[in-house]
């Protein structure tokens, strides 16, 4: 089966940097859009930012300006740049790809990687 592998997460002060990423693995006939998303304690998931096969990117009020998500068609990746971080932002982000092995588009997540921002 497809596999997607978060890497990255960890403890950050507020105001620092992080940079997730994730790599999709298996057999793999196209890969089309691909997103972060993040549950934080007691609350729904929520979408981070996604980016389409073409480039185009959307992002969540909350971290618009501050995040950038990015990807690599060569490497089956996607990235998420996460500057000046806020406690707000402690979740664990899980990686999403819409895969086709054959046939069909399927959704793919991650494990999810664990972010905590705090002093």
């Known amino acids: 089966q497809v596999q997607l592998v978060e890497s990255g997460g960890g403890l950050v002060q507020p105001g620092g940097s992080l940079r997730l990423s994730c790599a999709a693995s298996?057999?793999?006939?196209?890969?089309?859009?691909m997103g972060w998303y993040r549950r934080a304690p007691g609350k729904q998931r929520e979408l981070v930012a996604t980016?389409?096969?073409?480039?185009?990117?959307s992002y969540a009020d909350s971290v618009k300006g501050r995040f950038t998500i990015s990807r690599d068609n060569a490497k089956n990746s996607v990235y998420l740049q996460m500057n000046n971080l806020e406690p707000e932002d402690t979740a664990v982000y899980y990686c999403h790809a819409e895969i086709s092995r054959i046939i069909r588009y399927s959704d793919y997540w991650g494990q999810g990687t664990q972010v905590t921002v705090s002093s």
């Open positions: 980016i389409s096969g073409g480039g185009r990117t």
């Open positions: 298996g057999t793999i006939f196209g890969i089309g859009a």
